[in-house]
């Protein structure tokens, strides 16, 4: 076994702003409308590349595809406790399925995504892995402000493939004086199945180099949000869901 625990410093995503944020896109689904089969919003936008092909907009049963028919998403729930979608992707290098799930849209609980992925190579039973990732926001702001998140990690991800299994674990530490979050991550790799003995010797003759490959990841994927977070968050939700429209247009 492998496992590393880094510490990283990330933009803040305000709580405010994250639920007006939540609210301004279930605002712009639900008063969005079918015609013809392609979606409509409110101000008479046309959503291109999407239609609907099966059930009512945004009732369960409802199937909605892409015009090039490489991906699907299927209404599961859609009502005041949560909204659940299917996704279903294929493409040259393999397929997705997904299983997406929000609970409570006023004061969200949880969102959970699971899923399996499958590659198009040679050994179909290494090209497959399975996934889930869980947040719970409410608990994520409640150890910021200094609270003890009620569910534990309110932050995880974990993988599993027949050779191993990784696991990240995200929590926030502290809001620090330049109001970033100090967040502690856990990446745990292990070995599965038959093989796990000679995964455990590949994973511990390596550990070196792969706990500065997880390093350097995370310091890589905290570089791009601290990149991309601050230029979003600057902006009103209810400005960004007026320009959404003219960011779905396809480029001429």
Not at 72 to 85: K, M, Q
């Amino acid at each position: 076994m492998v496992s590393v625990t880094h510490t990283v410093l990330l933009e803040a995503v305000p709580r405010i702003w994250f639920l007006k944020a939540l609210a301004e896109l279930r605002e712009l689904a639900e008063t969005s409308r079918v015609e013809h089969g392609r979606l409509v919003l409110a101000d008479g936008a046309v959503v291109p590349d999407v239609r609907l092909v099966t059930g009512r907009h945004l009732r369960p049963g409802a199937v909605y595809r892409d015009d090039e028919e490489t991906a699907r998403v299927t209404v599961r729930a859609w009502d005041r406790r949560g909204v659940r979608l299917g996704i279903d992707g294929t493409g040259p290098d393999g397929s997705v399925r997904l299983d997406c799930a929000l609970r409570g849209l006023d004061r969200p609980r949880l969102l959970e995504v699971t899923g399996e992925a499958a590659g198009t190579g040679a050994w179909p039973s290494l090209q497959r892995a399975r996934g889930r990732a869980r947040l719970r926001p409410e608990d994520w702001w409640a150890a910021l402000e200094g609270g003890r998140p009620s569910n534990g990690v309110p932050a995880r991800v974990c993988v599993d493939h027949r050779l191993a299994r990784a696991e990240v674990r995200a929590v926030p530490v502290r809001t620090d004086f330049d109001g970033r979050w100090e967040v502690r991550v856990t990446v745990t790799l292990r070995g599965r199945g038959l093989l796990r003995p000679l995964t455990a010797i590949v994973l511990g003759l390596a550990g070196g180099r792969m706990r500065q490959a997880v390093v350097q990841g995370l310091d890589e994927t905290a570089a791009q949000w601290n990149e991309q977070v601050p230029q979003l968050v600057a902006q009103d939700p209810a400005e960004l869901r007026k320009q959404l429209p003219d960011d779905l247009a396809p480029s001429g």
